[in-house]
Antibody
Framework: QVQLVESGGGVVQPGTSLRLSCATSGFTFSGYGMHWVRQAPGKGLEWVAVIWYDGSIKTYADSVEGRFTISRDDSRNTLYLQMNSLRVEDTGVYYC?????????????WGQGTLVTVSS | DIQLTQSPSFLSASVGDRVTITCRATQGISSHLAWYQQKPGKAPEVLIYAASTLQSGVPSRFSGSGSGTEFTLTISSLQAEDFGTYYCQQLNSYPQTFGQGTKVEI
């Protein structure tokens, strides 16, 4: 079945870096656009970034533009999020999600999430 | 950026009740809207996409309607397992924003 498994979260200090991974299986990874979405503790969902199926387009939320980089390795069926210059407000659970577009766009499925805590 | 406003932010209802959640967009988004359910400690799961298409495996008591700037999610007969927080999301343009959420308490 389709699976997305995030890893790489942890506790880091402000100003440092972290790289998240999203390992996928059960579908043709190279045929799908992929997203990162985050959720601060007790808050709602915030879209973070997208990478198109062929890697040709990458778009970011204003809150992370210039600090975060989304990438993909189709040979490893894995999505990445390189997070630099981390801030306290970047704390939260980070989810990867596949964008399905058959008959209509939606994020399906989502991974289980990985927790990033930025604290001094 | 397109902003989505959900109402209400919280609702408490009984099993068997008909429940409606509204999502309003600041610009027209055609039918590029999805609804998700999130339970505590879990990832969101899609319920409805393209404003009114039921995701495979989702109970038929869930339905969606609307286009342009106003959308609704309806649960025709609320069940105990329907507790959680519901989010709308626009997929018309980047950033693909979410509503602030509606917490449903049984």
């Amino acid at each position: 079945q389709v699976q997305l498994v995030e890893s790489g979260g942890g506790v880091v200090q402000p100003g440092t870096s972290l790289r998240l991974s999203c390992a996928t299986s059960g579908f043709t990874f190279s045929g799908y656009g992929m997203h990162w979405v985050r959720q601060a503790p007790g808050k709602g969902l915030e879209w973070v970034a997208v990478i198109w199926y062929d890697g040709s387009i990458k778009t970011y939320a204003d809150s992370v533009e210039g600090r975060f980089t989304i990438s993909r390795d189709d040979s490893r069926n894995t999505l990445y999020l390189q997070m630099n210059s981390l801030r306290v407000e970047d704390t939260g659970v980070y989810y990867c999600a596949r964008e399905s577009a058959s008959r209509g766009r939606r994020f399906d499925p989502w991974g289980q999430g990985t927790l990033v805590t930025v604290s001094s | 950026d397109i902003q989505l406003t959900q109402s209400p932010s919280f609702l408490s209802a009984s099993v068997g009740d008909r429940v409606t959640i509204t999502c309003r967009a600041t610009q027209g988004i055609s039918s590029h809207l999805a609804w998700y359910q999130q339970k505590p400690g879990k990832a969101p799961e899609v319920l409805i996409y393209a404003a009114s298409t039921l995701q495979s495996g989702v109970p038929s008591r869930f339905s969606g309607s609307g286009s342009g700037t106003e959308f609704t999610l309806t649960i025709s007969s609320l069940q105990a397992e329907d507790f959680g927080t519901y989010y709308c999301q626009q997929l018309n343009s980047y950033p693909q924003t979410f509503g602030q959420g509606t917490k449903v308490e049984i």
